[in-house]
């Protein structure tokens, strides 16, 4: 199994910036694409970033520019740096990976808890 923990949301004024990161552990053998997303009350669950194990990004239209996703293939940690942030960011931010397992040939999806991420004055 794999097992991810997120950490670095809170409370931020507008205009201020936040690192999010999530660590992976547990029967790593490899990961392929790691993805941030977010949920806002009432609304459905958004791709924000997402890189590619080859550290190809690609980004959101309401985030491009502000904010930027890297990983750590040898810590199997994903951040997202989000600067400029606005009360339109606020949300639930959840990671998830893509992981192939030893000897299997499909990747499996696997999630983050969630960490909240609040953009107010």
């Known amino acids: 199994q794999v097992q991810l923990v997120e950490s670095g949301g809170g409370l931020v004024q507008p205009g201020g910036s936040l690192r999010l990161s999530c660590a992976a552990s547990?029967?790593?053998?490899?990961?392929?694409?790691m993805a941030w997303y977010r949920q806002s009350p009432g609304k459905q669950r958004e791709l924000v970033a997402d890189i590619t194990r080859g550290s190809i990004t690609d980004y959101a239209d309401s985030v491009k520019g502000r904010f930027t996703i890297s990983r750590d293939n040898a810590k199997n940690t994903v951040y997202l740096q989000m600067n400029s942030l606005a009360p339109e960011d606020t949300a639930d931010y959840y990671c998830?990976?893509?992981?192939?397992?030893?000897?299997?040939?499909?990747?499996?999806?696997?999630w983050g808890q969630g960490t909240p991420v609040t953009v107010s004055s």
């Open positions: 547990g029967n790593i053998f490899r990961i392929n694409t």
């Open positions: 998830k990976i893509s992981h192939l397992s030893r000897g299997a040939v499909v990747a499996r999806d696997f």
